[in-house]
């Protein structure tokens, strides 16, 4: 293609003519490229082992069996050698410049059916990004000659945009480098110390020995009957636009002997939403403790008697509905818990549409009800931290705000150990972000 040559490009709601001269990065919607997902051949470690039971040939036993607890943090050994990711590579091809003229023939790995990338313009998207504003501002995610560049969020924040955002973690996601990036961020704040947690009088209440708590942001309990302690954690996620934030309490699946301690945290903190992204067995192991009545029945916890009065089962998630009643102060709440139901015994859910369809149902929950949402799953760090992760980065989309999960990731790291356990979730919420840019560039360009 001559220099100068225009290119036709198609942006959401518009069509533009680009000059060379006058590129700039873009997303453009090239339609559906079939890709079969991978399948993760790892267990999830559903929550925290990491390393998988099976994979390690040890049984771990958890503190329902066990007080000692297990340890389940022992992921980073080996799962680069046995979680391998594949991905299916593809020739993309602009409608108006053929594939020839493209130097060096670009050939892109695909992740997920719905793919957007920068627009062409006649020479390798390389070749545009370093001629780019954005390539200019800061260092880029991609690889050259089989050198790796990184990207600098905290270089960008200030002058990128959300579209530029979601091309940066679609090229870095495409050459793996923030997968990478993922792998050498630090499962702990060595700063934090976890003092509390390690006390031998509440060994029995944590599920796994090694997924503690840190002193600084753990939840204290207010004259509880056993001590104030139960291995949960605070975690404020602050969001653009309006200025506030979205204020979290992350918790281990409840065990046999801290369910009263767990709805005192509930009724304490006021919490008025209770999110499950665990079911109570996986494959006859035992997750999370069933510490809720059944409907219609009710059950006492100390001082407070809970009363399921509602159950509501889609194919995405089980709704119920608790009357807590806290007999001391003779008061009465209304509590909502949301379980998931369609994440895997192995990996990741194979199609991420579920999984943001209910995380936008508890958005708008949150709304409604307001206050504190309790997450937890099982040790309440690896489908929690997806969680949380994602609700947040979707409201800085909503902002039309550029997001960087990794920078959001650190944060909510800093507040609770190892959360977002495996790079297998780390991809999924990647892709989950890059599907709900594409379907919010689609309802743009269909208004």
């Given at each position: 293609m001559e220099p100068g040559a225009q290119t036709q490009c198609q942006f959401p709601g518009e069509e533009r003519l680009m000059t060379k001269e006058a590129f700039s990065p873009a997303i453009i919607e090239i339609g559906f490229i079939d890709a079969e997902e991978e399948e993760a051949n790892s267990d999830d470690l559903s929550e925290f082992s990491s390393v998988s039971e099976e994979d390690k040939g040890v049984e771990r036993t958890q503190t329902e069996i066990s007080p000692k607890g297990a340890d389940v943090s022992q992921e980073e050994t080996n799962f680069n050698e046995t979680h391998q990711v594949e991905h299916i590579t593809d020739l993309i091809s602009f409608d108006d410049v053929p594939s020839q003229e493209v130097p060096n023939h670009q050939v892109v790995e695909t992740t997920h059916s719905n793919q957007t990338f920068i627009t062409e313009n006649g020479q390798d998207?390389?070749?545009?990004?370093?001629?780019?504003?954005?390539?200019?501002?800061?260092?880029?995610?991609?690889i050259d000659n089989n050198d790796l560049h990184t990207i600098s969020p905290t270089d960008l924040q200030s002058t990128q945009t959300l579209d530029e955002s979601m091309l940066m973690l679609q090229l870095a996601l495409e050459d793996r480098s923030t997968l990478s990036a993922f792998e050498k961020l630090s499962k702990r704040?060595?700063?934090?110390?976890m003092e509390v947690a390690k006390l031998l009088e509440n060994s029995p209440k944590n599920r796994y020995k090694d997924v503690l708590p840190?002193?600084?942001?753990?939840?204290?309990?207010?004259?509880?009957?056993?001590?104030?302690?139960?291995?949960a954690s605070f975690?404020?996620?602050?969001l653009p636009h309006p200025r506030k934030a979205n204020e979290y309490i992350a918790a281990q699946g409840p065990l046999p002997q801290t369910c009263n301690d767990f709805w005192q945290m509930v009724w304490e903190q006021k919490c008025g939403l209770i999110v499950m992204v665990t079911p109570l067995k996986e494959r006859e192991r035992v997750k999370c403790h069933q510490y809720w009545p059944?409907?219609?029945?009710?059950?006492?916890?100390?001082q407070m008697q809970v009363t399921c009065f509602s159950e509501t089962t889609t194919t995405i998630c089980v709704t119920r509905e608790f009357l807590i009643s806290h007999q001391q102060v003779n008061e009465e709440r209304h509590i909502i818990q949301l379980q998931y139901v369609n994440w895997p015994d192995h990996g990741v859910p194979v199609d991420c549409s579920d999984f943001l369809e209910f995380v936008q149902h508890l958005r708008n929950l949150r709304r409604d009800v307001g206050g504190t949402v309790c997450v937890h799953c099982s040790a309440g760090v690896g489908r929690t931290g997806v969680l949380i992760l994602m609700e947040t980065a979707l409201a800085y989309m909503d902002a039309d705000e550029p997001i960087y999960p990794l920078e959001l990731l650190k944060t909510i790291r800093d507040q609770r150990v190892m959360m977002v356990q495996t790079v297998v979730q780390y991809k999924f919420i990647c892709e989950a972000l890059l599907k709900a840019y594409n379907d919010r560039c689609k309802k743009m360009k269909e208004a």
């Amino acid at each position: 293609m001559e220099p100068g040559a225009q290119t036709q490009c198609q942006f959401p709601g518009e069509e533009r003519l680009m000059t060379k001269e006058a590129f700039s990065p873009a997303i453009i919607e090239i339609g559906f490229i079939d890709a079969e997902e991978e399948e993760a051949n790892s267990d999830d470690l559903s929550e925290f082992s990491s390393v998988s039971e099976e994979d390690k040939g040890v049984e771990r036993t958890q503190t329902e069996i066990s007080p000692k607890g297990a340890d389940v943090s022992q992921e980073e050994t080996n799962f680069n050698e046995t979680h391998q990711v594949e991905h299916i590579t593809d020739l993309i091809s602009f409608d108006d410049v053929p594939s020839q003229e493209v130097p060096n023939h670009q050939v892109v790995e695909t992740t997920h059916s719905n793919q957007t990338f920068i627009t062409e313009n006649g020479q390798d998207y390389h070749t545009a990004l370093e001629s780019s504003e954005v390539r200019e501002a800061a260092e880029v995610a991609i690889i050259d000659n089989n050198d790796l560049h990184t990207i600098s969020p905290t270089d960008l924040q200030s002058t990128q945009t959300l579209d530029e955002s979601m091309l940066m973690l679609q090229l870095a996601l495409e050459d793996r480098s923030t997968l990478s990036a993922f792998e050498k961020l630090s499962k702990r704040n060595p700063d934090e110390p976890m003092e509390v947690a390690k006390l031998l009088e509440n060994s029995p209440k944590n599920r796994y020995k090694d997924v503690l708590p840190y002193d600084s942001s753990r939840v204290v309990l207010n004259g509880g009957t056993s001590g104030d302690y139960i291995n949960a954690s605070f975690v404020k996620m602050c969001l653009p636009h309006p200025r506030k934030a979205n204020e979290y309490i992350a918790a281990q699946g409840p065990l046999p002997q801290t369910c009263n301690d767990f709805w005192q945290m509930v009724w304490e903190q006021k919490c008025g939403l209770i999110v499950m992204v665990t079911p109570l067995k996986e494959r006859e192991r035992v997750k999370c403790h069933q510490y809720w009545p059944d409907l219609y029945q009710a059950a006492e916890y100390n001082q407070m008697q809970v009363t399921c009065f509602s159950e509501t089962t889609t194919t995405i998630c089980v709704t119920r509905e608790f009357l807590i009643s806290h007999q001391q102060v003779n008061e009465e709440r209304h509590i909502i818990q949301l379980q998931y139901v369609n994440w895997p015994d192995h990996g990741v859910p194979v199609d991420c549409s579920d999984f943001l369809e209910f995380v936008q149902h508890l958005r708008n929950l949150r709304r409604d009800v307001g206050g504190t949402v309790c997450v937890h799953c099982s040790a309440g760090v690896g489908r929690t931290g997806v969680l949380i992760l994602m609700e947040t980065a979707l409201a800085y989309m909503d902002a039309d705000e550029p997001i960087y999960p990794l920078e959001l990731l650190k944060t909510i790291r800093d507040q609770r150990v190892m959360m977002v356990q495996t790079v297998v979730q780390y991809k999924f919420i990647c892709e989950a972000l890059l599907k709900a840019y594409n379907d919010r560039c689609k309802k743009m360009k269909e208004a």
